[in-house]
């Protein structure tokens, strides 16, 4: 507003010049201050604003044309980079009119009317229309195959569902998260999934959802009776019994169980083992001449408790024993002379579980022998590691399991394949080092003799307390393993081998007390 200043009031200060306006001389008041009429200016471009059609704009309590405040103050689109006098909109970390909002793929309008105002769709520093965001981010439904637009879905194992579509495919019972199984893109709930996809358990007849394993007889078993394999399925032949076949199994006082056809020719008697025993030594004898034919003539047929007690007097910790070879050693006084002791070995016998089958008998007969083998000869078996030794007696039960007239029974496969495929840290990793180490000394025989590569092991075992990892070391030893008779019983009848350097950085196994076999 001009004004004019009063004679008898102190002069007001242009805010412009900083001197006082003269009595009687015309003035503006403007943004709070006091201005010589012609100096009220442009802060940017110095025009005279009382001149300007349209006034002034005030920008940090100074005066600016229309002109310098928009190129200097307002922000730009980034749509048209043109400055934005009226309102706009922020979207992706920049302004933009309304108008110039659109989809980078299509260049539509992006701006949407919803209840809650302008909405939009932007991803990745980029703007999209609803139909572009929705195909290119969205996920679909494994249901019905549709895009989810809304967020108003369920996620579970990394599958979208809408939520009205998760429910079960056969029953359409609503499911939870989490508890849902799937099958060539559908859903289904556990009952359903079970009954329609999965295998029965042969124990117990419910579907084998979770945690199922299958039996060498490929015989499915579920989650809840595959970790008690020995109380569902046949102590000898490995096959699963069902719990509602009560007339075809046979269940002892003992944590067994026996199939019907394996308790028909099961053995009970010692005179019927004494047999099968006599069976096995020859056989072992004329295939691999370790003279265990004259090595332990007793054998006993004893129960479960009974062969247990012995096992563990023996020291052994295995919770299945199915024989066990009982030795003894005395150590006495020498008649003639005082300082002197004298050292005693009897094999009183070996002892197999009364209730097996002729087949799972003799193998366990093999295993024993070799046992006895080890101890008449005198292996120093106290400094050999548990899982060497039993290894080795495995190795002989296979051996003997894999002769020509033992091969295609049944019940000799099922025990080369627990053999072959177990995890005991004894049995299985013994076996499974001492065949690897016999296929490797066949291999290295010109003529591929058993029999040569067996004794080669053997002979290796009672030196080196392990099995050799390389065969070169062996090349010098060509001499048999000492086999038992009476005029050779000594490990001294044989020439002593030649020691290779290599073996003395082979990698001893830990050291453990000698058990009976499984």
């Known amino acids: 507003m001009s004004k004019r200043n009063a004679p008898n009031k102190p002069p007001p200060v242009c805010f412009r010049c900083k001197k006082a306006i003269e009595s009687g001389t015309s003035y503006l008041n403007a943004l709070g201050k006091t201005w010589h009429q012609n100096h009220f200016l442009c802060a940017g471009c110095k025009t005279d604003l009382t001149q300007i059609k349209g006034g002034y704009r005030e920008q940090g309590g100074k005066p600016y044309c229309k ?44 701006l949407t009317h919803t209840q809650k105002g302008l909405t939009w769709h932007e991803k990745d520093g980029k703007i999209f229309c609803k139909e572009h965001y929705v195909n290119k981010f969205c996920p679909t439904c494994v249901a019905c195959g549709e895009k989810i637009a809304d967020s108003t879905f369920v996620k579970t194992n990394g599958k979208y569902f809408h939520r009205s579509h998760f429910q079960c495919t056969n029953c359409k019972s609503t499911l939870q998260t989490g508890k ?9 709930c556990k009952k359903c999934y079970g009954s329609l996809f999965c295998r029965k358990c042969c124990y117990c007849f419910s579907p084998t959802i979770d945690g199922t394993i299958t039996t060498y007889h490929s015989q499915a078993v579920c989650a809840e009776h595959k970790h008690n394999m020995m109380g569902i399925t046949c102590f000898d032949c490995g096959i699963v019994i069902p719990n509602t076949d009560t007339n075809d199994a046979i269940h002892y006082d003992d944590p067994r169980v026996q199939c019907i056809d394996c308790f028909n020719c099961r053995v009970m008697d010692v005179p019927t083992a004494g047999g099968f025993f006599q069976h096995v030594k020859a056989e072992i004898d004329s295939l691999y001449s370790l003279g265990v034919t004259t090595l ?11 062969i247990h007690k012995v096992a563990t007097k023996r020291g ?32 009183k016998y070996i002892g197999i579980l009364q209730g097996m089958t002729e087949e799972h008998a003799n193998s366990v007969l093999a295993h024993e022998l070799m046992h006895a083998y080890m101890f ?3 292996f120093n078996t106290k400094a050999i590691p548990i899982t060497v030794q039993e290894g080795m007696c495995e190795l002989l039960s296979y051996l003997w399991m894999t002769g020509a007239r033992n091969q295609n029974k049944n019940i000799h496969k099922y025990r080369i394949y627990n053999m072959t495929n177990g ?21 290295q025989d010109t003529q591929g003799d058993k029999k040569a590569a067996l004794h080669k092991l053997l002979q290796h075992v009672r030196k080196f ?9 062996l090349q010098a030893r060509n001499s048999p393993s000492p086999a038992f008779s009476a005029s050779s019983s000594s490990p001294s009848s044989s ?5 290779n350097t290599k073996l003395q950085n082979l990698k001893q196994l830990p050291q453990r007390k000698p058990t009976s076999s499984p």
């Open 465 to 473: 307390k392990t099995f050799p990892k390389d065969t070169t070391a």
């Open 67 to 110: 002109a310098c405040h928009v190129a200097n103050f307002l922000p730009k689109c980034a749509g048209c980079n043109q400055p934005i006098e009226d309102t706009f909109i922020k979207a992706v970390g920049q302004v933009w009119h309304k108008e110039h909002i659109t989809c980078c793929v299509c260049n539509s309008p992006a």
């Open 423 to 443: 995890t005991d840290a004894v049995y299985s990793e013994g076996f499974q080092q001492a065949v690897a180490a016999f296929d490797m000394l066949v291999q």
């Open 495 to 499: 020439p002593p081998p030649t020691r």
């Open 376 to 378: 008449v000869n005198k």
């Open 296 to 306: 332990v003539s007793c054998i006993r047929v004893l129960c479960w408790d009974k």
């Open 180 to 188: 849902v199984y799937f099958k060539d893109k559908h859903v289904y």
């Open 316 to 347: 052994s910790s295995h919770s299945v024993c199915a024989g066990v070879t009982n030795a003894k050693v005395t150590i006495s006084q020498h008649p003639d002379i005082p300082d002197k002791k004298t050292m005693r070995q009897e094999l």
